[in-house]
Each structure stands twice: as C-alpha cells, then as structure tokens.
C-alpha cells in the first residue's frame, strides 16, 4: 500500500486507476466508499501511450545514430556499446525498460483488465475498462480514445463484452479537420464512447465527423442493434464505423444475404481455407536471403530472374510491393541503385507498358531464396506451382484500391504479402480471387478497415460467395477471365496449363483489361444482390446524393482516371457491363 502511494503521488491518476482502492490515506473512508459504491458520472481523456520501450522512438531526441540504425540487429548493437561510450545513457534505458514491464506485469497479472490486458497494452484501453467498472448501476462513462478500441483485434474483447451488455450508447469516430482541438493537427482522429449500466437497446454511431454539428446530421449518425453488429462481425464483434447511414443500411443488406469468408463463432469455412503471413518473415528469416551481387560472385548463373548452380536453385523472394490487382509483375528493384534498394524504406520501379506487354519481361526482386526453403513452408495439400496472396497494407483513402489479390510463381514471400491456401479446384480459386479483386468487396472493406493492414480478423469477416452458390456458367464466365487477366507472363505458365490452356500468354492491353475488370465487377454486383442503383451509389455517391454527402467510396481512384482518360472510365464500363447482361 505504501509502494502505491508513493507512485500514486508521483505518477497522478493513471496509477489512482490502476490501485484505487489503496491509494488513498488512510482515514478517506468517504472516497473508498463512493469507489465501492460506484460514480454516477465519469468523463476523462486518458492517456494514449503504449506499454513498452520503442527503441527507435526513445532515442530520437537522446541518440541518433541509434534511433537512425537500418535494422534491429545493428539497433541492438549500438545499444550495447553504451556501456562504453555512454553508460549514464544506457541505464536510463534500462530504467524505462524495466518500468514498463513492470507496468505490464502488473497490469496483465493484477485480474482488474481481463477484457483490455491483451496484445501490446495501451493505457487507454485499461482506462476504458476501470472507467466502465467504477460506474455504478445507473451511471455513465465518457471517455475520448483512439478509434482502434472499437476496431482493434486486442480490444475485441472489452468490446464483445460492452455489444453482449447492451453498454454502449454511442460511439462517434472524429476527425480534427476542422480543428475542434486547435493546437492539433488536422489529420489527427479520436472517438467519443459512452458507456452505460442501462443496457441500451440501440447503440449510435457515426464516423470521420469534423464539425460537432454533424452529430445531429442523420446521414452521418446511425444506430445499430446488437443482431445487427453480430451479423457484420461474428468473429469479433467488434463495432462496424460505416461513413453514413447509407453505407450502413447498404452493408448490412450485403451482409444479410452473403455469409462471411470465416465464421469462428459457428465453425464455418466454406472455401476451406488457410492463412499463411507470407513464407519468411524478413526480419527474422534474413539470413536464408541472397542478393543478386552474393549469388554472382558464388559463381551461380542467372536465366530470366533464377539463380542456379549444379546442386542449388535461388528463386525470387516477392514482397507486396511488386504486385497488384491481377499482376505479378506490378513494379521491379530492377533500374534501382543499391543505397535505395536495401535502405530503410525501399525504392521500387513501376513495370512500363513496353515490360508488361513483353511476356519474357519478369520482376526483379532485392532477394532470393533457396528452393528448398520455399517448398518446406508451403502446405503439403498445395501441389500447385503458383500461390494466392495480397498486400496486406492498405489506406482506405490515399489509395483507388484498398483490397488488392493477386496470383504469383511459387516463389519465396516476405510477411508483407499474406497467402491463402484453399482446397477447391483452380477454376473455384479463380472465382473467390474475382470476389476479392471486385469493387463490391472492395467497398465493404474500405467501410471496415481504417487504414493500417488488412489483417487477418479483417478478412475473415468479409462476405465472400460460398463455392457452392456457383452455376457452371458462373464459373466458366468468372475463371476464363481471371485466366486472361492473370496469364501475361511465362512464369505464370504452370497455373495457365493448370487451368487447362495450353496456348501461349495473352497480350496485355489496357483497354481490354479494364473491359475484363469492369465485366466482372458487374457480375459480382449481381451476385450479392445488388441493383443498378446501389451499384451507381457504390461507384460515385456524390453523384447520387450531392457533392456534400459525406461517404466517398472510390474518389481517388475517379480523379486518376479523369485525369488519364478524361472520365470515369471505371463506372462506365461497369454500368455498361451490368446493362449488356441484362440485369
């Protein structure tokens, strides 16, 4: 008790949460029992700050050739070497080291956060869970946090237990754009959650508010019940933040007819599906990687993008970053100098046309790896010579997609490309990479990730059409095309022969593409349900509701296209294609 008085008195109110029933004097019997008792009103901007030492930000302002090292292993060492060239340095951060595992001890073993003691520990979120247990049965609790406690995977659980409680009254996602804090910057977010004991029956929610006024606008603000959070989110359960009450009655009629890709909650995989974070992980597995200057001087021969020798074959390591939409071959090291290739936030070039129309043209990856080592990570059920992934980074509005599959050699892949492995036949896997690869996905997925990664609890949510919901036209229709788009190279022979096309790569044409793109755009619109109209909606709401309403769906990637072809050559062709179908 003395040991928690004193951090009380020197650490303030984080500390008074963490132990306050003993920080107080002894003869406060007041105060201990309004604390049993439970408050009527809380309301509180808690600290946002992560749990542990990260290095790199600890020695910005102290050491900058530390803070500047190009990888944890050369981090470390430096640091090791302040015990001779600056010891009083060291200790100092060996001090916060040990403060914050100490914090973290405590707060994971104490049992007062079982729902918010998870992952890498933010204060904020032990602070919305002591908040919401020292209310009493007819109180309320309003606290200003990150958005990430309603989405987060490690915060799942304060919020599953606060849907299945019916705590939440309302949870408003705000922007500062239009300073309502005026020493901070624009672009900085945070969210208003309120928490009560009277087991609300709606929850109100909106999202990106800039202006307080938007509270009372009923195309931002929306209410969901708790059938209907379920519905969206099974697995987690965590809040769905729709940009307007459009999108949110949209989603949830996609939602109510099409099941997601991985329902945990009932054990349902329809697509029987596996998850793999890339093949090696480029931190840790680097010492498997060769660079095209060490396998040169080891004598081996380089044929297209392979190093090979008499005993040994070194293939491409792919990174997300090389790939896009249907292309394997989206961007290369190659033309690249060395200082920008392995620097601390890699260059990469764009193929140019006159690379991608050339079916012998193939990326140039920064590393290889040996065969070997590939085929040992791979699943033994996955006999193709071809894998299935996706750029697991995404921004829901910097980029024209968010939601970005695409099929590569078998080759080695770093963590920041996440595989799928199904056990459907080819032409099955070509239709759920179609369903990944459309705008009606891809809509879903901007209203659900915010930015940051598209992760894995994220995927699994997303509504995907069963294999079984495919007539054999479907399949035909959606696999040939997917063929097309995919078979621009000859390293991509294995998955055209598995498809059963023997002929040679098809010639890549934009235009034709864009057709191919746009017609299946418009049969996965059918798929899931969807009219004209919600299709317009999807493509351009601004179009539909005026240039004020507040959801954006597809903004960047309509400017790009105006400016390089002089309209929204996407929405044409997808109408057109929805309207030569007949739907």
């Known amino acids: 008790v003395d040991a928690a008085n004193k951090l009380a ?12 029933p003993e920080v107080f004097a002894e003869g406060e019997v007041g105060a201990q029992a309004q604390l049993r008792a439970g408050f009527d009103c809380v ?7 992560l749990l542990q030492i990260a290095e790199k930000e600890f020695f910005a302002s102290l050491d ?6 190009k990888n944890k292993a050369a981090r470390t060492k430096l640091i090791n070497k302040l015990a001779e060239t600056n010891p009083d340095l060291l200790q100092e951060f060996e001090d916060a080291k040990h403060f914050a595992d100490a914090q973290n001890k405590f707060i994971r073993e104490s049992g007062r956060f079982p729902l918010t003691a998870k992952g890498k520990i933010n204060t904020y979120a032990v602070f919305a869970e002591t908040v919401r247990n020292i209310i009493n049965s007819n109180g309320r609790a309003g606290v200003i946090v990150p958005t990430g406690i309603a989405t987060d995977d490690t915060t799942k659980f304060f919020i599953q237990d606060l ?4 705590s939440i009254d309302s949870f408003y996602d705000i922007t500062n754009r239009g300073y309502i804090f005026k020493q901070v910057e624009s672009t900085f977010s945070f969210s208003l959650i309120t928490i009560s004991n009277s087991h609300s029956k709606k929850i109100y929610l909106a999202s990106q508010l800039w202006n307080l006024n938007h509270l009372k606008d009923d195309l931002r603000v929306y209410s969901l019940n708790t059938g209907q959070i379920k519905s969206v989110n099974p697995n987690t359960q965590n809040l769905p933040i729709f940009l307007s009450s459009i999108d949110a009655q949209l989603i949830l009629k996609i939602y109510e007819k099409v099941p ?12 029987g599906i596996s998850f793999m974070q890339g093949l090696f992980n480029m931190t840790n597995d680097n010492n498997l990687f060769k660079t095209q200057k060490e396998l040169t001087e080891n004598k081996y021969e380089m044929v297209e993008n392979i190093f090979t020798n008499a005993q040994h074959k070194y293939l491409p390591l792919y990174e997300s970053k090389l790939t896009h939409i249907y292309n394997h071959r989206a961007s290369t090291f190659e033309g690249i100098e060395e200082s920008k290739i392995f620097g601390t936030k890699p260059k990469t070039n764009e193929l140019t046309l006159k690379q991608l129309t050339n079916p012998n043209d193939f990326v140039l990856p920064r590393y290889w790896v040996e065969q070997q080592e590939i085929n040992k990570k791979i699943p033994d059920f996955w006999k193709y010579q071809w894998l299935l992934g996706f750029r697991n980074a995404i921004s829901a509005v910097a980029d024209s997609r968010s ?5 590569i050699p078998r080759y080695g892949v770093g963590n920041s490309m996440p595989l799928i492995f199904s056990d459907k036949p080819v032409k099955q ?3 759920l990479l179609a369903n990944f690869n459309s705008l009606i996905l891809d809509y879903v997925a901007k209203q659900k990730a915010s930015g940051g990664n598209l992760n894995f609890f994220i995927v699994k949510q997303l509504p995907i059409i069963p294999p079984d919901w495919y007539s ?7 696999s040939s095309r997917v063929l097309e788009l995919v078979y621009t190279a000859y390293d991509m022979k294995p998955f055209a022969e598995d498809m059963g096309y023997e002929g040679e790569p098809f010639l890549w044409n934009e235009q034709r593409r864009a057709i191919l793109r746009a017609e299946l755009d418009a049969k996965y619109a059918k798929l899931y349900g969807l009219t004209r109209d919600d299709l317009r909606y999807i493509l351009a709401p601004a179009e539909v509701y005026g240039e004020e309403f507040p959801s954006e769906t597809f903004r960047v990637l309509k400017n790009n296209e105006i400016k390089k072809y002089g309209e929204y050559r996407t929405q044409k062709l997808v109408l057109a294609a929805w309207d030569i179908m007949g739907y």
Do not use: M
């Open 9 to 20: 008195q020197e650490k303030g109110f984080f500390h008074w949460c963490l132990e306050f």
């Open 43 to 49: 309301l509180g901007n808690p600290p946002w700050e």
């Open 64 to 69: 900058e050739g530390i803070a500047k090292a």
């Open 163 to 166: 849907v299945a409680s019916n």
């Open 260 to 271: 997601i890709l991985i329902n945990e909650s009932v054990n349902i995989n329809h697509w």
């Open 403 to 407: 939601v970005r599959f695409t099929i």
């Open 429 to 431: 896997i070509c239709c």
């Open 472 to 478: 054999k036209e479907d399949i035909e229709y959606i």
